[in-house]
């Protein structure tokens, strides 16, 4: 069916699969194929990143990152956290930390071994989580408590994105959190995959690109980032509404 259209979006295919599936998908066809839960999540997610990092002020560079959850979501999380500028990220599976001593990784979760963790932080979620500046949750409803936020860093921002029960509820965080996002829109700062579209694609199909690469994926987190105006930005605005109307048309110009 490819070649009747311009660009392909999949949706909804759990880890490990999506990752062959999409591999083998954009090296056997020239039309841009992306996996929303992947590349939609990471996008957006860093978006809020760069702006929750203004509130803070603290730099990509410096800051300890924990991923909670070491997926689809979490992979293409963490990859495009990397290519921020961060240099400590954790990822965490449902037995704790990924790092070199365990012998239960699968080999969709090598790259988190190869790539992240560069302390060799072992233990469980709660345990590396200690003096970490942000959490980002792609798991299951309530992992951790207020307990795991105060030995947090200070001033940590935190998005719990699983759907419909966050890692942590917003009211139970929210004394002790400089920024809180959810993946819900009855709370603010709604991390939601759907702000790429139909930006990046426009973008994409603008410029007769035959696949998304990187490059432009980190364009659309910083266009996205780029509409929250810097005057406005605060705690509860770090991200555009998926009603914004501008959003679009500038991903689709960074995109090109």
Known sequence: IAPGFGAINLEDIS??????????????????????????????????????L???????????????????A????????????????????????IHSKRNDINPSKHWFLENT??????????????GADVFLGVSAPN???????????????????????????????FPFVAVMATGRSDFPNQINNVLCFPGIFRGALDCLARTINEEMKLATAHAIASVVD????????????????SVAPKIAKAVQ
């Not at 203004?54 to 689809?72: F, L, N």
């Not at 963790?117 to 200690?130: M, Q, R, T």
């Not at 951790?144 to 509820?169: G, T, Y």
């Open 15 to 52: 880890a490990p699969r999506c990752f062959e599936i999409e591999n083998r998908l954009r090296e056997e066809l020239d039309i841009p194929v992306f996996h929303d839960d992947q590349h939609g999540t990471a996008v957006v997610s860093t978006a809020a990143l760069i702006n929750a």
């Open 54 to 72: 203004k509130i803070v002020d603290k730099k990509a560079e410096d800051i300890k990152v924990v991923v909670s959850g070491a997926g689809a």
């Open 74 to 97: 979490g992979t293409a999380c963490s990859k495009m956290i990397l290519q921020l500028g961060v240099k400590n990220l954790i990822g965490c599976d449902s037995k704790g930390a």
């Open 117 to 130: 963790n560069p302390d060799n932080e072992n233990g469980s979620l709660k345990d590396v989580i200690s």
């Open 143 to 173: 992992v951790i408590n207020k307990e795991d936020l105060k030995r947090m860093s200070l001033d940590p921002i935190v998005f719990a994105m699983s759907n419909p029960d966050p890692e942590i509820s917003p009211d139970e965080a």
């Open 230 to 245: 810097e005057s406005h930005l605060c705690s509860d605005y770090i991200i555009p509404s998926v009603f914004d109307s």
